[in-house]
């Protein structure tokens, strides 16, 4: 088996950037090279003072400060890197299609194409390709072929080992990972890459699947995990009309060890770049197998994860006597979780541009995100003109601001922080009625309701 000396990653985001700098951590010896077309964002990950890395996650400076410059390189030099690469990771991002066949569903593959083509196009020696982003089931068939049929005569060895860090806990979940998956078809390329993570991760906890089912196994986990989110969601909506509490459900049910305890929090409705995404991906490959049925359980997940978010927007409308016409809505948190300033199909954007329809006037506070990236969200979605986003929507950099002279507050993200505020002090400085609409069940109903506060949350 061939020793791996350098490992290059293409894509230096939300996945590349921990995972590489934890794997460079672990193994002293491995030169690791991540590279990325985006100048801006590899100047952020070579930024001497570490709190401008371009990824909020705890503890990840630490690991960046450890290795970088030791073994650990980021560079823009995409061909150089390949060259010179033992082993390459594919990291880019495969968001869904936005046009053509498959649009809204498919996953748009044209940066892993790109990728295969640029190897091929600059390998002249043999090359482990390992597949880090998430992609449809037998991707690798198709980089096979584009990296046998462009290249220069060499030999490539494809792996599928795709990454199941969670944002917010990417580097604790890296450090101790429930299981590594490596798909392959090559014992030896194989062998190569569980030598790598062999470096911190017990050799039990690494799985070795054929390819398919690797690439599978990661649109099944994030569907799964999806899957268990919508459920507890759709049982919360039940419990308002009911008057039992989802909370006191979750508990009674997650206490059975078949069920388990996790993912069964109430919500506002599930983020991120990657659950949507890969649900309808899973979606569309069904249907495009012609297993209808299949398709349209999974599509379910989706579909209640939209009426969640609209549920809660109209709530608010609704209590606050119909009308949020010219009044001020505090938002606490704009990430789609806590400890990450990624706001991909976070929640708060779709709540937002449902009040902003009514012309409520927004102020948004969230410890990590900045302005411009809130403003960015909306004006993708492209309801209303990007002037208009701006008159209706203040982003600030103190809470107490936001929420001074508020009619309501929305908790959209489950910042610890928020729990710490002087709640007291707040209603003080608010409009009255006050009303909190808690869309991560953060606060507790007791303390609010006693200082005053209209309290609603989901579920109760
Ligand atoms: P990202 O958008 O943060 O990073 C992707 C990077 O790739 C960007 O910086 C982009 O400039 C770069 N890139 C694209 N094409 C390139 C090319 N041809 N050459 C060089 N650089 C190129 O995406 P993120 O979140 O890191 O996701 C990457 C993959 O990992 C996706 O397939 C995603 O589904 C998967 N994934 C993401 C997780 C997450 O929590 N974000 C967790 C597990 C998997």
């Known amino acids: 088996m061939k020793e791996i000396k350098k490992i290059t990653c293409i894509g230096a985001g939300y996945v590349g950037g921990p995972t590489m700098s934890v794997i460079a951590q672990k193994n002293p010896n491995v030169i690791v090279t991540v590279v990325d077309l985006n100048q801006a964002r590899i100047d952020a990950w070579n930024d001497a003072d570490l709190e401008n890395l371009p990824v909020y996650e705890p503890g990840l400076d630490a690991v960046v400060a450890d290795a970088r410059g030791r073994n650990l390189f980021f560079s823009t030099d995409v061909e150089k890197a390949i060259d010179e690469a033992d082993m390459i990771f594919i990291s880019v991002n495969t968001p869904t299609k936005t046009y053509g066949k498959g649009k809204g569903q498919a996953a748009d593959l044209k940066y892993i194409e790109l990728c295969a083509r640029q190897i091929a196009a600059v390998a002249k020696s043999d090359k482990i390709v390992v597949e880090k982003s998430t992609l449809p089931v037998r991707t690798a068939a198709a980089l096979k072929s584009i990296l046998d049929n462009t290249g220069n005569g060499v030999n490539f060895h494809i792996l599928s080992n795709p990454e199941f860090l969670a944002e917010g806990t990417a580097i604790v979940d890296l450090h101790n990972p429930d299981r590594v998956l490596i798909g392959g078809e090559d014992s ?62 979750s508990r009674a049910i997650g206490y059975d060890s078949r069920i388990g305890s996790k993912f069964l929090k109430a919500s506002v409705g599930f983020g991120g770049s990657c659950f949507q995404k890969d649900i309808l991906n899973l979606v569309y490959i069904a249907r495009s197998y012609g297993l209808t049925a299949v398709a349209d359980y999974w599509e379910q997940v989706i579909i209640l994860n939209d009426h969640q978010k609209a549920r809660f927007a109209e709530n608010i409308i609704q209590t606050m006597y119909n009308t949020v016409n010219g009044k001020n809505i505090a938002f606490l948190g704009w990430a789609f979780k806590k400890d990450t300033n990624d706001t991909r199909e976070s929640a708060a954007i779709y709540v937002a541009d449902h009040l902003l329809e009514e012309e409520a006037h927004i102020v948004v506070y969230d410890p990590k995100v900045p302005a411009e990236q809130i403003y960015k969200d909306l004006d993708y ?78 579920g109760e």
């Not at 569980?194 to 070795?208: C, H, N, S």
């Not at 979605?381 to 936001?402: I, K």
């Not at 606060?443 to 309701?449: A, H, I, M």
Request: hydrophobic share 45%.
């Open 381 to 458: 979605l492209g309801t209303r003109s990007s002037e208009d986003n701006r008159r209706l929507v203040t982003v600030v950099n103190d809470p107490y601001e936001a929420l001074q002279g508020a009619h309501a507050v929305a908790i959209l993200t489950e910042w610890d922080e928020f729990r710490t505020y002087d709640w007291a002090k707040i209603r003080e400085e608010m409009k009255k009625p006050a009303f909190v609409f808690d869309g991560r069940k953060l606060l507790k109903r007791d303390q609010l309701t006693s200082i005053g506060f209209d309290y609603y949350a989901i």
């Open 188 to 249: 030896a390329a194989i062998e190569a890459l569980v030598q790598v993570y062999e470096a911190w991760v017990p050799r039990e906890r690494i799985l070795t699947t054929n390819l398919w089912s690797s690439e599978l196994s990661k649109l099944v986990a994030n569907a799964f995990l999806a899957q268990r989110v919508s459920s507890i969601n759709a049982i919360s909506e039940l419990c308002e009309v009911t008057g039992a509490n989802v909370d006191e459900v």
